[in-house]
C-alpha cells in the first residue's frame, strides 16, 4: 500500500478511535447524570453553603459522573439561575478539578495496566437498554457508554502502536534534539512549548480524559524516548487543565454576568496552578516519580510501562495541593472575577437577554428545568413591570412629554416578551426531547402553558396602550367615574398579578390556589357590573359612543388579563395534583 495512503488511514483511525472513546465518555457522564437525577440538583443546592462543602460536593459530583466539563457546566447553569453564589460556585470547581482525577486512574488501571473486555460491558448495557424500566435503560446506557469508552481507548492503542512513532525519524529526532546531553531534563522553553501543545489539543477535543489517554498510550508504546517521557506528559496534562476550562467558558457565553465569571473563575484556579507547577515543575516530577518507585515499585524515568500511573499520581497531587494553596483566597478569586467581567450599568429589563438559561449547554433535564423555571419568574417580573407602565400612560395629558417614551418602552416590551416565549418554549423543547421522569414531563408540560399565557399578557398590555394612543389621537376625555372604576379594575389586576407572582415563586407542590380563585372572580365581578352599567349609559347617551368604545376596551382587555392570570396559577397547581395522581 502507498505510504501517504497508510498514514493518512492510520491518522482517520485515530480521530475515529478519538472519536469512539469521547462518545463512550459522553454517554456514560449523560447516563450518570439522568441516574442521579434530581438528587444531584439537590446536592449542590443543599451542600454548597460554604467554600469546604463546595470542594466535597464538587469533588463528589464530578467522581459520579466522571466529567469535570459536566460539573462545570452544571456549575455555569446553577449561577446562572441563581442557585449558587460566585464563592461557593468556585468552591465547586476547585472540588471537579480533584474529582476528574478519578478518570485518570480508571484509565490507568482498567483501561491501560490491565485492560477491561470492553464488547462483554457493551453487550450486556444494550441489553439493560431493552427493558421498559426507566432506571434500568438509564444503568444500560452507562454500561453501553463505559464498554464504548474502553473499546476506543483499545482502538486508540492499537492505533498509536500501528503509527509505530518510536521509529520515525522526524518524530524521534524532534525528542532527541530537546535532550539536555547527560541530563534527562527538558529545558523550560520546551515544557512551555508542550503546556502548549496539551492546551490546543485539548480546547480542540474538549475533553481533557481523551488528551490525557492519549498523553499515556503515546507514552507506554515508546513513541517517546523513555529518559523525558514523564516530564514531556507532566508537561501536557498541565495544559490539558488549561483546555479543559474551555467547555464552560463556551457554556457562559450566552449566560449572564455571574455565570460568565464562574467560567473565568475556573480559567484562572488553574492557571495560578499551572504557573506554580512551573516554577518547580522539576523537583515536582521528580518527587512524584519517587512516590511512584516507592508504592508501586518502578520509577517512571526508566520503566514507561508505569507511566500511566505516575501520571495519575502527578494529577492527584497537582489539584489537591492546587485547591488545598488557594482555597483561602476564594474572596481575592472572586474579586478578579469581577474585574475580567464587569457588571454594565444599564437596565438590564429593557434588553432582550435570557438571563438563567445557557444556551447551547445543558447538563440534564432536570437541571434545565431548574433554569427554566426561573427564566419563567423572571419573564413575569417583565410583564408585570409592563403592566404597571399602562395606568401612568392611560391618566398622562396629551401634551405630557413623558407619553410617547412611556408608550415606545411598552411597544419594546411586547417584543421583549414575543421573544422570550421563543427562546424559552424552544429550551424546553429541546429539552423535553430527552429522556425524562413523568414529573419532570409534567413540570416542562406546565412552564409551556405559563410562557403562552405571560406572552399573552404583553398582548393585552400593548392592546391596552394602542387604545389609549387612539383616545389620545380622537382627543378623547375618560368622565371621572371611568377614571375611578378603572383605577379599581388596574388594582384588582396588580393584586392577582402579586399573588400569580407568589404562586411562580413557590416550590410547586406547595401552591394553593383558593387566593388566584377569589382574586379572579373579583375581575369578573367587577367587569360584569361595568358591562351592565356601560350598557345603560350608552343607551342614555351619558358619554359618546366613541368614548365608550375605549372605556369598555379598557376593562375587557384587563379582565383577560385576569384570565391568563388564573391560567397561569392553574397551570402551576396542575403541575402539583398530576404528580400526586390527585387529578389524571
Not at 444494550?126 to 464498554?147: A, H, R, W
Not at 512551555?192 to 481533557?208: E, R
Not at 384588582?492 to 399573588?499: E, K, M, S, Y
Request: charged fraction near 15%.
Amino acid at each position: 500500500m502507498n505510504t501517504s495512503v497508510s498514514v493518512f488511514l492510520l491518522c482517520a483511525e485515530l480521530v475515529g478511535s478519538l472519536g469512539l472513546f469521547l462518545f463512550g465518555m459522553k454517554y456514560m457522564s449523560e447516563a450518570l447524570q439522568r441516574l442521579a437525577g434530581s438528587g444531584l440538583r439537590g446536592i449542590l443546592e443543599r451542600f454548597t453553603s460554604n467554600r469546604f462543602k463546595a470542594i466535597v460536593t464538587g469533588t463528589f459530583v464530578t467522581a459520579a459522573v466522571q466529567s469535570s466539563s459536566a460539573t462545570t457546566v452544571m456549575v455555569v447553569s446553577f449561577v446562572n439561575a441563581g442557585l449558587l453564589s460566585l464563592s461557593n460556585a468556585i468552591g465547586v470547581v476547585m472540588g471537579s478539578n480533584i474529582g476528574t482525577t478519578l478518570t485518570a486512574w480508571i484509565i490507568a488501571f482498567l483501561g491501560i495496566k490491565y485492560g477491561i473486555p470492553a464488547v462483554p460491558i457493551v453487550g450486556l448495557g444494550f441489553i439493560l437498554m431493552m427493558i421498559k424500566s426507566q432506571k434500568v435503560k438509564n444503568t444500560g446506557e452507562f454500561l453501553l457508554g463505559f464498554g464504548l469508552l474502553f473499546l476506543g481507548l483499545n482502538l486508540l492503542q492499537s492505533t498509536v502502536e500501528g503509527l509505530d512513532l518510536g521509529h520515525n525519524a522526524g518524530f524521534v529526532g524532534f525528542f532527541e534534539n530537546i535532550i539536555t546531553p547527560g541530563s534527562t531534563r527538558i529545558g523550560m522553553g520546551y515544557i512551555l512549548l508542550f503546556v502548549l501543545i496539551g492546551t490546543i489539543l485539548t480546547m480542540i477535543v474538549q475533553a481533557s480524559s481523551a488528551m490525557l489517554a492519549l498523553s499515556m498510550l503515546l507514552c507506554t508504546q515508546g513513541a517517546i524516548p523513555v529518559e523525558i517521557a514523564f516530564e514531556v506528559v507532566v508537561a501536557m496534562v498541565l495544559g490539558q487543565n488549561i483546555g479543559t476550562t474551555i467547555t464552560a467558558n463556551i457554556a457562559a457565553v450566552v449566560g449572564n454576568v455571574p455565570a460568565r465569571q464562574a467560567a473565568r473563575a475556573h480559567l484562572l484556579f488553574n492557571v495560578i496552578g499551572m504557573l506554580w507547577v512551573l516554577v518547580l515543575f522539576h523537583p515536582i516530577a521528580h518527587a512524584t516519580a519517587i512516590l511512584t518507585e516507592k508504592w508501586f515499585g518502578a520509577n517512571p524515568y526508566v520503566n514507561l510501562a508505569v507511566i500511566p500511573v505516575a501520571l495519575s499520581l502527578f494529577h492527584t497531587f497537582f489539584n489537591l495541593c492546587n485547591t488545598l494553596l488557594l482555597v483561602g483566597f476564594i474572596p481575592q478569586i472572586e474579586k478578579m472575577t469581577e474585574f475580567l467581567v464587569k457588571k454594565k450599568p444599564v437596565d438590564k429589563d429593557e434588553i432582550f437577554k435570557l438571563e438563567y438559561i445557557v444556551g447551547g449547554f445543558t447538563a440534564t433535564a432536570e437541571i434545565a428545568v431548574e433554569s427554566a423555571d426561573k427564566e419563567v419568574r423572571h419573564f413575569a417580573e417583565r410583564m408585570v413591570r409592563m403592566f404597571n407602565f399602562i395606568e401612568p400612560l392611560l391618566n398622562m395629558k396629551h401634551d405630557d412629554k413623558e407619553y410617547q417614551p412611556l408608550l415606545e418602552r411598552i411597544q419594546h416590551y411586547e417584543q421583549i416578551s414575543d421573544s422570550m416565549e421563543i427562546e424559552i418554549a424552544n429550551y424546553l423543547t429541546k429539552v423535553s426531547s430527552e429522556g425524562l421522569s413523568q414529573e419532570t414531563n409534567q413540570r416542562i408540560t406546565g412552564l409551556l402553558c405559563i410562557v403562552d399565557n405571560l406572552e399573552s399578557i404583553g398582548d393585552q398590555n400593548f392592546q391596552m396602550a394602542k387604545l389609549i394612543e387612539h383616545k389620545r389621537e380622537g382627543n378623547l376625555e375618560l368622565t371621572p367615574e371611568m377614571k375611578q372604576n378603572l383605577t379599581k379594575m388596574f388594582s384588582l389586576v396588580r393584586n392577582a398579578l402579586a399573588i400569580m407572582e407568589q404562586n411562580l415563586a413557590k416550590p410547586y407542590r406547595t401552591v394553593e390556589i383558593n387566593d388566584a380563585l377569589n382574586a379572579e372572580n373579583e375581575i369578573n365581578n367587577f367587569r360584569d357590573a361595568l358591562r351592565t352599567k356601560h350598557l345603560d349609559d350608552i343607551n342614555n347617551n351619558v358619554y359618546s359612543y366613541q368614548l365608550g368604545i375605549i372605556y369598555s376596551g379598557m376593562y375587557a382587555l384587563l379582565e383577560k388579563v385576569g384570565d391568563h392570570i388564573i391560567n397561569i396559577s392553574e397551570a402551576v397547581v396542575q403541575v402539583k395534583y398530576t404528580s400526586d395522581q390527585d387529578i389524571i
